[in-house]
DNA sequence: TAGATTGTTAATCGATTAACAATC
DNA sequence: TAGATTGTTAATCGATTAACAATC
């Protein structure tokens, strides 16, 4: 699918992108060029053209880019176009809020599985999807296609779930445990560490505090 | 307190090495040099020294560093040393789940208060602290010194609640919710989005899965 | 003193911005 | 055709890496 392999920085800025196009969209505007883009979205116009041109020549001399039809091909670009099957490995306060969040399925997040080593709640459900046992996990991965595993277990545990998840044949982990995990490198990882993000937060406050 | 503006690329690398110093202190680990720190990390020796000597000296010739005083340093920089308080505004399970998270108050960051419009969880309580009316949050903002507001509201109201919590004297916000806050320069944005993070994971997917 | 390792300058690399010819 | 705006090359800027003199 790629000619050349593109930059994180750019894929970063993929899915800000899709989401003003999906707002343009929605109000009915039928064509944008880089300038207007630029002017919303507080960016400049030459690096929404460098962009976009990463993946093809989505726009038109004299006219820009067709709302409708570049939202589409980002889309596709971030692989929207197909569901992804999901599990959930930590039922705990975050694993929960996560599963409630509907607008992942909206995308073709698919959550398939809810696993947790606390006995009380195995058997429970959350959402109409039963929590459980990490003994049921192998089976489950292999039978249903599962290509996702959302860690949202304590970081002590991380570390050796990812190898065994990883050996089951799962592609990529969405961790929000507070650790780097070391996984082959075909396999994905995208990290969500809040108290990095908080910290981050802390000192730009502390900064600007004078 | 600060000399010359710390570009926010060194700035989101900090709370990592603050992690893995952490994790060499509970070992009782006493100095580690840049290579070492490297060879951990996996990131160059010549960047953790350039990111360091942004703050100043803290290694000596010929020893390394002091795993001790490097993970007090790097702490009292992101600001670790002081109390922030904050509010969530939006007890939905997201909001829930951060509230229920100790790990922040461990790093000062005390939650003091929860907003939500639903009338039917005012009055409830989450870990204690009790889930109150919107109308009463501009006299608690004021009363409480709050610093950050933490926003975990669908993105429709988003915009003008932090408007609103700008007038109240809030510093910075956490912003989970999906969407891009205009706000003063001097006030401080860190946001976490949740949907653009997994679409990354997606394209990432997708472009390694040939 | 000799060895190790920092702090810092210089070189390189990559990402962003500017400019403009191509073209709708 | 004239005007607008892209796609793309060139210039600039910033961040990362390499190198090494300073020094513990």
Redesign the interface.
Known sequence: ??DKE?SQAV??R???Y??YLGELKDEGIERVSSQELSDIMRVTASQIRQDLNNFGGFGQQGYGYNVEYLYGEIGE????H?E?NLIIVGA???G???V??M??ER?G?IFRGIFDINEKIQGTQIRGITVRPMQEMEQFVRENDI??AVLTIPKTSAVAVAEQLVSYGI??F?NFA?IDLHVPE?I?V?N???????????????????
Do not use: C, T
């Not at 670009?77 to 929207?80: E, S, V």
């Not at 969500?192 to 004078?210: G, I, P, Q």
């Open positions: 699918m790629e593109i894929i970063s993929l899915p800000r899709f989401r670009i971030l692989g929207l197909k992804h705990g306060h975050l929960q809020a996560l409630n969040y607008n992942f995308r997040f290509d996702i592609k990529g969405w507070h075909k994905q995208e969500v560490h809040l108290s990095d993000s908080l910290m981050k937060l802390s000192y730009n406050l502390a900064s600007h505090a004078e």
